[in-house]
């Protein structure tokens, strides 16, 4: 059993910085990331981690946000910088524990374990 549980969530101006967290309980993941979802949107795969440090990014995010690991704290975060309107969503920790095969957004978009997210707001 595993779970995850979100948080650093906030309203801030655009431009502006937040950090996102996720705490993981149970077995080790080795594939984790960022899922968000705006309000009349299809979910969108935000940056995807693996075991050994390997990251990627959606080209909407590239050159704002990092996603990085604390394995001896079990926790995954998301460092967002200059903030846009558009960022607004619902935002998803995700995870897996893959035997084979490699760790990418698409896999975990339908095969990875959820937390129930954290809301992140960005006004102009």
């Known amino acids: 059993q595993v779970q995850l549980v979100e948080s650093g969530g906030g309203s801030v101006q655009a431009g502006e910085s937040l950090r996102l967290s996720c705490i993981v309980s149970?077995?080790?993941?080795?594939?984790m990331g960022w899922f968000r979802q705006a309000p009349g949107k299809e979910r969108e795969g935000v940056a995807v981690?693996?075991?050994?440090?390997?990251?990627n990014y959606a080209d909407s995010v590239k050159g704002r946000f990092t996603i990085s690991k604390d394995n001896a704290k079990k926790t995954l975060s998301l460092q967002m910088s200059s903030l846009k309107p558009e960022d607004t969503a619902m935002y998803y920790c995700?995870?897996?524990?893959?035997?084979?095969?490699?760790?990418?957004?698409?896999?975990?978009?339908?095969?990875?374990?959820w937390g129930q997210g954290t809301q992140v707001t960005v006004s102009s």
């Open positions: 981690i693996d075991s050994d440090g390997w990251t």
């Open positions: 995700a995870g897996a524990a893959y035997l084979t095969g490699y760790c990418s957004l698409s896999r975990l978009g339908y095969s990875g374990n």
């Open positions: 149970g077995y080790t993941l080795n594939c």
